[in-house]
Structures are given as C-alpha cells and as structure tokens.
C-alpha cells in the first residue's frame, strides 16, 4: 500500500523538519539515495511559512535561503539554471524559458524579511536536510505564519500522526 504522504505536501513545521529521519533509499527507481521519515511515515514533499533570515544568490545558478518559522530554520535551494541544466534538456525550449522565468521572478520576491511559504522536495546536502524548492511565494497576509501553525498542528494531530489503517491480506476470500 503507497503511503499518501509521498503524494502530497506535508506541512511541516521547522521543529519537525529538522527532526525528520534519513534512511537510505529501499526504492531502486528512486533518483535519491535517501529518504525522509517522520515518525516512521515517508515524508518527501513538504510545506514550511517562514520569515526569510537568509538569502545567497549564486551567479544565477540557485538561491540559497533560510525560512525560520520560529520553531527552526530550514535551509532552502532554489534552481535557477533552467536554460543551462541537463534536466531540462528533454523538453520543449519554449516550456524551459518560460519555467526559468517565472524561477527568477520567484526568486527576486524572496528578499531578507519576507514571510514566504515555501514547497518541495526534502533533500540532502553533505548530510543535512534541506528543501528543494519548487515553488515559493511571499505571502502578504499578516496571519499565514499563525495560519500555518495551527493547519500543521491540527494536520499532525488528524492526519500525520495516525496509523495507517493494514488492509487484510486475502482480500479475495473475504467476499
């Protein structure tokens, strides 16, 4: 049974980012060689709101950044070299202008104080985890960060923290 976590945006406080445990990849498909657990669940995709306390522009390559939602700070990457990366090679150039753009606009709103929500893939980088950003916005209500809080607590509370129900083995039989 796939487990939905991996199918959707965690929303996460910093606290609980940085406690998610690694394990190495029992995926063979899988492209990274660690995944994410919180509390025994699969984590991969994730959700954090957070006042930007950090930010490196590297020659147009990605953006380095900090969220800090008060309960940790979260280290963020954000590529931009769209035009330049073999990963882009495969589709249509217009499509790849058009994401490099719009990753450079997204880019240039993240500025030192901003209160930003922040989505993407929890990676690695020299052993510590981080958030590969996929996309990124400024938020301009004054309450998201609140409103975060409390959507991952009560999420933790109801949907995270609960078992996975096991489904019979023979289901066939039981008919």
């Known amino acids: 049974m796939m487990n939905p976590a991996l199918n959707f945006?965690?929303?996460?406080?910093?606290?609980d980012f940085l406690s998610l445990t690694q394990q190495p990849s029992s995926l063979s498909s899988s492209s990274d060689p660690i995944s994410f657990y919180r509390k025994?669940?699969?984590i991969s995709?994730?959700?954090?709101?957070?006042?930007?306390?950090?930010?490196?522009?590297?020659?147009?390559?990605?953006?380095?950044?900090?969220?800090?939602?008060?309960?940790?700070?979260?280290p963020c990457i954000f590529w931009l070299n769209h035009l330049d990366s073999p990963y882009f090679f495969r589709r249509s150039?217009?499509?790849?202008?058009?994401?490099?753009?719009?990753?450079s606009n997204q880019?240039?709103?993240i500025?030192?104080?901003?209160?930003?929500?922040?989505?993407?893939k929890t990676t690695t980088y020299r052993g510590a985890a981080q958030i590969t950003v996929s996309d990124v916005v400024v938020e301009r209500?004054?309450?998201?960060?609140?409103?975060?809080?409390?959507?991952?607590?009560?999420?933790?509370?109801?949907?995270?923290?609960?078992?996975?129900?096991?489904?019979?083995?023979n289901r066939c039989n039981s008919r």
Not at 48 to 74: A, H, N, P, Y
Not at 111 to 120: S, T
């Open 40 to 42: 025994g669940r699969p």
């Open 45 to 74: 995709r994730v959700e954090t709101v957070g006042v930007v306390v950090s930010r490196e522009l590297k020659g147009g390559k990605f953006l380095k950044f900090i969220i800090d939602d008060g309960t940790g700070c979260i």
């Open 107 to 109: 880019a240039a709103q």
């Open 141 to 169: 209500d004054p309450n998201a960060e609140i409103l975060h809080w409390l959507q991952s607590i009560k999420l933790a509370q109801s949907c995270y923290n609960v078992s996975l129900p096991i489904a019979p083995l």
């Open 9 to 15: 945006h965690v929303k996460l406080l910093g606290f």
């Open 93 to 103: 150039p217009s499509d790849v202008q058009v994401m490099a753009k719009i990753a």
């Open 111 to 120: 500025q030192l104080g901003v209160v930003a929500r922040v989505r993407g």
